[in-house]
């Protein structure tokens, strides 16, 4: 058959996506992105530590990213966005922002990680006071809290699971029982901490339950980068993404159904 007349494949532009070594959750990252728009992912070098401060800040050193990114250059990404939240937390406002900068040093091209993804989401949802759900340890999950404060927002509940491993196969039961312990009445929004944590599914199905905007790593993380790109995120029912689901939150809906959907999701990590 004969397909000269198709032109070649549509043009693509590209995000390229700096992840830590463990990072198992390429494909929910890619749930998010509109189809004129490819990934392009690297990973920082493996080192042995579980999931805690050290290794947050290990795989957020400066030359380790601007290693990682010079890895893209070749394929010219139009923004680069570091997938860790914890990496980009445990700095504090300021270390985030220094993360940026080297960054787009090393791609000459804008630059986000999932933290700062995060405060922008919480200033384009009108956000206070915020409930966080986390699968970190005390003591990580105490450095989210302490990068959120500095932003201004105050934390109105927290539930978090104690892991320093394989994050990324938390079933989707466990992080919806986590979001209901966290969530209190003056909540104004809540967000579940770590790009390991499989989250797009549950979202809408937690929003319609707990009447409030759910937003989550990943979702962040692809919404501020394609933002960057002056396009938009994927992400049916979600009120970050859709503005007809936002407009919809705060008053009584139609039962969602099983949160859970056909089968407890094995998708797995930690950042």
């Known amino acids: 058959m004969d397909v000269s007349f198709l032109g070649g494949p549509s043009p693509q532009r590209g995000v390229g996506v700096v992840a830590p070594f463990d990072f198992a959750l390429d494909r929910e990252l890619w749930r998010w992105v509109p189809d004129e728009v490819s990934l392009h992912m690297t990973r920082t070098p493996f080192v042995p530590v579980e999931v805690s401060l050290d290794l947050a800040r ?13 890895t893209l250059n070749a394929i010219a990404p139009e923004v680069i966005a570091y997938a860790c939240t914890s990496g980009s937390f445990v ?22 990680t999932t933290s700062g993804g995060l405060l922008e989401a ?35 509940g927290c539930a978090f699971m104690g892991l320093t491993r394989h994050i990324w196969k938390v079933p989707y039961r466990e992080v919806v029982d986590m979001a209901r312990q966290a969530v209190r009445d003056d909540a104004d ?16 199905q937690l929003e319609a339950e707990l009447r409030i905007p759910v937003i989550s790593a990943n979702q962040v993380t692809m919404w501020a980068a394609l933002r960057r790109l002056g396009t938009r995120a994927v992400g049916p029912y979600q009120a970050l993404i859709n503005p007809e689901a936002r407009a ?9 159904g099983p949160v859970v959907p056909e089968e407890e999701q094995q998708q797995e990590g930690w950042t």
């Open 248 to 256: 919809g939150l705060g008053s009584p809906g139609v039962d969602p």
């Open 91 to 112: 700095g504090g406002v300021m270390g985030e922002r220094a993360m940026c900068e080297a960054m787009s040093r090393a791609g000459a091209v804008p630059a986000i």
């Open 122 to 156: 919480l200033v384009e949802l009108d956000v206070r006071r915020v409930a966080l759900v986390t699968p970190y340890t005390v003591s990580v999950t105490q450095s989210l809290e302490a990068y959120v404060a500095q932003a201004g927002v105050t934390i109105s």
């Open 58 to 70: 290990m795989v957020s050193e400066h030359q380790t990213l601007s290693e990682a990114v010079g």
């Open 189 to 204: 929004a809540l967000f579940i901490s770590c790009t390991n944590l499989p989250t797009y599914d549950v979202i809408p």
